[in-house]
C-alpha cells in the first residue's frame, strides 16, 4: 500500500488509518521508492513506524531522525512529522488508541526493536486489526504494549538549537560531521564563547554540544555503513582519526560493533532477516 501523498494537506491530521470501532490496534504495510518523501503531517493516534528494509529519515518539529530496520520510531498522536526515504522502503506502521501503550514519553522517541518486537509487529500487520473482542488479538495488544513501554530508547536522532548562533554552529557541524575543526574556532566564527555555547546547548536540547557533535557523526555513519562503507572508510568519512575509536562509539551507542551491526542488518537468515 502506498499513502496517497497527494491528497495530504500541511499538517493534515489524518483519521482514516485510526483504528475503527471495535478495535484497538490498526497495521498497515507501505511500499516506497528511493526519495519518496510523505510530507508534513500528523494522526489521530498514536503511531510506531518500523522498516523491515531501508532506511527513513522522520522530522519533527526541530529534530531529525535516522531509522534503519533495527530501530522504530513512536510518534505521539497529533505529533506533526514527515518522512523521507533513504533508498527503496518497506514500511510496517502500526496505529494505537491513545492510552493503549502507557509509560511512552509524550514526544517522538527511536525504540530498539529487539527480536520479540519485531515479529509483534509483523504479525500485527498480517492480521491488520487487533480487534477488543477477539481473546487472541487481545493477548497480542496486550504484548504488543509491554513490549513498547519497556524498549529501550536510542538517542540516534538530532535536535537543532533555536538560538541563531547555536544553530549556525549546528548546521556548520551537521553539513560536514568530518570536520574537526575545534569547537573555540566555531564559536569565534559565530561570535559566540564556548561557555554561552555549552549553556544553550543544554538548556535547548539537554546535551552538551560534544555529545551532540558525536551524535552528528554516528547518525552520518549509519547512512555510510548501510550504503556499503567499510569499519574504516566510515569512520574516517564522519571524522573519527582511528577505527578504533569510532567502533567504541558506535559500540557505546548501538550495543555492537559495526562491523556485526551492518552483518545483521544485510542477513536474510540471521536475527535480522527480512519479511
Known amino acids: 500500500m502506498r499513502h496517497n501523498i497527494s491528497r495530504m494537506r500541511q499538517a493534515e491530521i489524518l483519521r482514516e488509518f485510526d483504528p475503527p470501532r471495535g478495535a484497538a490496534v490498526s497495521a498497515l504495510a507501505y511500499e516506497y521508492p528511493a526519495g519518496a518523501l510523505v510530507p508534513d503531517h500528523a494522526h489521530g493516534s498514536d503511531q510506531l513506524i518500523y522498516a523491515i528494509e ?67 509487529i509483523v504479525e500485527a500487520v498480517r492480521l491488520r486489526l487487533l480487534r477488543l473482542q477477539n481473546r487472541l488479538e487481545r493477548a497480542l495488544r496486550d504484548l504488543l504494549s509491554a513490549q513498547l513501554a519497556n524498549a529501550t ?82 569512520a574516517f568519512a564522519v571524522g573519527y582519526r582511528q577505527s578504533s575509536a569510532f567502533v567504541k562509539a558506535f559500540r557505546r551507542l548501538f550495543g555492537l560493533t559495526p562491523k556485526v551491526w551492518t552483518a545483521g542488518l544485510r542477513s536474510t537468515s540471521g536475527p535480522y532477516g527480512l519479511r
Open 54 to 120: 531501508g532506511i527513513m529519515e522522520v522530522s519533527s518539529g526541530r529534530s531529525v531522525w535516522t531509522i534503519p530496520p533495527q530501530f522504530a520510531l513512536w510518534i505521539p498522536a497529533k505529533a506533526v512529522h514527515r518522512i523521507r526515504m533513504i533508498g527503496e522502503v518497506r514500511m510496517r506502521t502500526l496505529y494505537f488508541r491513545p492510552g493503549v501503550v502507557s509509560r511512552r514519553p509524550p514526544q517522538c522517541s527511536v525504540l530498539y526493536v529487539g527480536l520479540l518486537l519485531r515479529e509483534l
Open 153 to 234: 530508547a536510542a538517542p540516534i536522532g538530532l535536535t537543532m538549537p533555536s538560538e541563531l548562533r547555536a544553530l549556525a554552529i549546528a548546521h556548520a557541524i551537521a553539513h560536514n560531521p568530518a570536520n574537526l575543526k575545534p569547537l573555540a574556532s566555531l564559536c569565534a566564527d559565530a561570535g559566540v564563547s564556548v561557555r554561552t555555547i555549552q549553556r544553550i546547548y543544554r538548556r535547548e536540547i539537554g546535551i552538551d554540544i560534544d555529545t551532540w557533535r558525536r551524535q552528528v557523526r554516528l547518525t552520518r555513519a549509519v547512512q555510510l555503513l548501510v550504503a556499503g562503507g567499510s569499519v574504516k572508510e566510515v
